[in-house]
């Protein structure tokens, strides 16, 4: 069990540094990545510093992997995914925000269908993954539940 | 009374009802507070003072703290310790009694005492010391009812008697006297009851903590873990760029929605019109110029403007600007330093930015001043208190009053000149650097190293986010919206006047030459003195290409400290001020002058 979850986190932490790397290289070169399934920015900001933490990201997802019930190692892998969840955050917000106002002349807000429409796919590489980081939090349970107990007896 | 960051402001804030900012990192209190408590029909009133380790002062914070005590000799005093680390608030407890004050001991965080699997015996603690000890958990309110009931029955403290009652309690090693702890410190009578030297108090710290604290087994947890990692530059560092990114994003994500989603509308659909039709006046009479537009000329003909950015009226520029632009990103600026100060970033950011801090003569806790002056620097420069030298303090008024964008003005940046914001930002970043590290080599005086306090993560109390957020917008709101009208109607009436255009025929040498921007710069120059945010929108109204406008920019942020930080370096900083001022001319012509000679060198001018 404990090695199939090892692997899980393995695919998962490769997944998300090749995805950082791809979005910080072509925002550092300037090139457009073209993907129907997930949007890549080019932009300096979101592209080449977001793209930076998501090979952080990825950086901890592996390098937590090695034993990682132990307490430093879970918490390597959870700040990976911390990592990944920030810009997942950041990049679900910024989609509703564009979502909200009214596109049409004189109008507050958008209507329920635009603003689904505009919620609607590709999404970047972090929205993404960001389900497949969430069985983490299993781990983090039991870490709780373990020191709970240790205080406890 | 107590050690920074031992839950000082959330006490009296619990106790007196006041909204005091606290939060989890040392040094958020840099001035007495006054507040009343009403206690069983009476009114009681509660000081508030910054942390301090020992009644010898180490900065003008703790400074501050031991003249209040000075000056309110008759004072009850609450002591409040972690008790988590109930050693080294023993130790100023001690210094206190040794004094001779009414005394009643908060044993707070008792909670996370608890967590860490750490007792403490107050019953005995209590009997020890004679004076009263009750356990606190200040965040939930828990132990503060018998902590204001116990603190009107305090009565005077005396070191000797501490010392009798060790003896009684078998801790002293001798029979030869009564009445002291000399015995266990292993000097006489008469000497005890004069004064405790460092080391004597420490012993005597050892011998109550080792009677009154059991410390259990403890496993390091995951939150502990993460607590580490994010500490170390390795790990740290990664953590502390997301964490900017995280900040940078939903700053300027939420600042857009509102301005860009609603706000612009609301000024410019509604607003804009309704005053262009009713105000009184109209077009060509010089009051409603001033308040509602100002209008331009176009082939000969007088055209009203179709956006409150480019009316410049009072009622209608004025109030876009502080109330459209602003409000919103200072606002979710201030809701996100809440969120990271209380939940326990900034004292790790401190740790991780110390060695780099050093270079230009501070520390790490210099991360705190800076960030606050991020929001607004007036905080910012009264927070430069937490640092022990006079050099630490000139250096770090200086560069914050230059380099460091307030809240406002990066919203307004990022209104009109979006897609250069993030080059303005890093050339004053580097300022910062660049001049700190040059300051430090100048400037005479040291810079001590320091032990910093991490605290442990917590999640923040909603309560007190929102407590401070409205604190904090209130207090930027009383303070922009009366400068903003002021610095409309100071500028719109030198226009008007004729005075702007003679300014900037009579500077044009130095602006146009050295700086390489548009004479009309003279302008927002002024208005700068006022709102640097008021004098970025009128540049973004004068006609240049974007390198000038970056310049321009530059200039506005850099020449000289708002009207509002002015004063408060006048008041921090003494006779140092006029140093930092020299220094700020100095700096804007050289780091301007060097912006120019790089468009000029790139050939892009």
Known sequence: MKRLWQGYFALLGATVLFSGLLEFLAAAAGHQITCPAVAFSTGAFRGAWGGLVTIFSGMFLLSGLRDFREVHQ???????CILLWIIAATDIFALIAAAIPGTEPGSWFNSLPAFLKALAPPYTSAVVLLPFSLPVLIWVKKSNKRDSGAKGG | MGHPNVGKSVIFNRLTGADVISSNYPGTTVDYKKGLMRHKGEDIEVIDVPGTFSLEPRDKAEAVALDMLRDN?????ICVIDATKLERGLYLALDLIEQGYPLVLALNMWDIAHDKNISVDAGKLSSLLG???????????????????KLLEAGPSSIVEVGKRLRLAGIMTSQACEGCSGCILGKACDEIQMHLTPDERWTMVEQIAQRTITIGHYRHTLKDAIGDYTVKPLTGTPFAIAILFAFWSVFTTFAGLVTDGFMVKAFDLYWLPWLQKWFPGGPGFWFYGVMVDLGHVKNGVWTASTTCLESFGVLTSGLYLEIGVVLPAVFIFYVMLAMLEDVGYLPRLA????TFLHKIGLHGYAVVPTILSLGCNVPGVEATRILETRKQRFVMMTILAIFIPCGAQIAIMHDVIPQYTGFV??????????????????IPGTTPDIIMDVPVYQRPIMRDVRRKVAMRTKSFLKDAIPYVTLGILIVNILYSQGAIDVLAKASAPVFEGWFGVPRQTAGPLLAAFLRKDLAIAQLSAIPMTKYQLITAIVLVSIYFPCIGTFFMMLKEGGK???GSLIVLIFVAF??????????????VQ
């Open chain 1, 74 to 80: 879970l918490a390597k892998l959870l700040m990976g």
């Open chain 2, 73 to 77: 000799q008759q004072a009850r005093i």
């Open chain 2, 131 to 149: 004076l009263p000890v009750i356990p606190t958990v200040a965040v939930n309110a828990e132990g503060l009812s018998s902590l204001m009931d």
């Open chain 2, 351 to 354: 740790v991780l930015m110390d």
């Open chain 2, 425 to 442: 930002m890093a050339y004053l970043f580097l300022g910062y650097f660049v001049f700190g590290f040059t300051l430090n080599r100048i």
């Open chain 2, 576 to 578: 140092a001020f006029f």
């Open chain 2, 590 to 603: 050289t780091w301007v002058g060097l912006l120019h000679l790089v468009w000029v060198v790139m050939g």
